[in-house]
């Protein structure tokens, strides 16, 4: 897979509609923003590099290095787990070669809302479960958060080591078809993914490793170190390095590969909830030498199969008793139980509020307009205009639970109006976005793809955000809904060092001199 410049035309970059090495076409962008190339079928300035480099393989080229990263990743075993699937649970997860890139400017503006946001949200958990100052002020609503079935009154009146809730966060971000990024959606209690991102880049590395190594892309593979340290800084008080582990629900879990993982990564254990253990006022972990106390669980587990005494008593997965260690302050939990309060669908809608609220700033990224249908006005609006929005379930994953009303069928739509109507506090409602797209291959060509992406981000001393995230793709063409289980895949995500256009003894021709004018 020699990436030496060939003399293939660079317009054929420019035509996703057309098979590889086909006459040129103009690049239909169809009304959507693209990420690579512009209305005019111009490649974005932070977009140039990657687009020549690619421009230059021969017919064939880009086909064969999807092949070899689908056989990497099979070979690596970057797997998730579909649950009722009828071909069999575990399945490689779709990847596409073509990578999502963002310059450096729009990153850093990207990184500092996402910072704020998390901020903001950190309060938020610590306030409810305190002294809800942000409830008596009535600036969100009392009653939506405590019929919140995310709220868990049994975390009244704790407060984790450093004050901490929100350790790992992945925040969902779309761009519409002004250009702009907008916060779709927060993950506070056991966001995934992240592993994937990681795997992405090794398959990258090896299937384009000079326009990669050319191209300047910030790093990602810090990332289990940047968890380790920030796992380690928020153990209990005198604990500084003490023991960290990962739990996870099992091997028929769907993310039980990225548990593994980071787990492998990180270089500490891969617990179940049998093999912890209550003793002596502390949280111990079953070894062939005894009982070792455990200071931190990055638990993967959802709250409330977390403690059977608590919780749900028929919970197999969590500790008896662990509740009540983590109350007195001798165990970490990230994320802390009770976070999904501010992951919440319906809350999602206040978030700039808190933003203004506990900061005193203005959102730096936008929410997606959000009717609350709890709302009288809201809801007669939403049950009027069902048919041109997309009406989402509170506490609902994975693109379920959810309809998109221009996509729906008239007996769907009766369908919603009649659950919305029986129950307004657990549904909101968005206007259909024109979500963004990106090259994609399929059979054989280049087609635009719609996508979002989700950024992950770690808080202990401070917030850190990983560059780029997982930029998930639909794979189905005209299909918004970019979920995994749903048919949707993945791309790398290029955060960009500068230009990302770095100049090189071994630069490519402009199309210009390569190919005269009637190059696009």
Known sequence: MDETARDAPFRHMAVPAAPLG???????TDGFYDEMFDEGGEPRPGCIWLARRLAQLPAGSLEERQRAAERLLLHMGITFNVYGHDAGAEKIFPFDVVPRILPAAEWERTERGIQQRIHALNTFVDDVYHEQRILKAGVVPQELVLSASSFLPACIGIRPPKGVYCHVVGVDLVRDRDGRLYVLEDNLRCPSGVSYVLENRQVMKRVFPQVFEQSRVRPVDVYPSRLLEMLQHVAPAGRGHGACVVLTPG???SAYF??????????VELVEGSDLVVHKGFVAMRTTQGLQRVDVIYRRIDDTFLDPTVFRSDSMLGVPGLLEVYRRGRVTLANAPGTGVAD??????????????YLGEEPILP???TYVCSREKDLAYVLEHIEDLVVKAANESGGYGMLVGPQATRAEHAAFRDKVKANPRNYIAQPMLGLSRVPTLVDGRLEGRHVDLRPYALFGESVWVLPGGLTRVALRKGSCVVNSSQGGGSKDTWVLD??????SPYAVQSPMQSQGEGAC
Do not use: T, W
């Open 367 to 369: 929410n997606v307009p």
């Open 344 to 357: 919440d669908k319906v809350i999602y809608a206040f978030v700039p509020d808190m933003i203004r609220y």
């Open 251 to 253: 091997r028929y879990n």
């Open 498 to 503: 500068g230009a990302g256009a770095p100049p």
């Open 258 to 267: 990225e548990h593994s993982f980071l787990a492998q990564q990180m270089g």
């Open 22 to 28: 086909a006459p040129p076409l103009p690049y239909a």
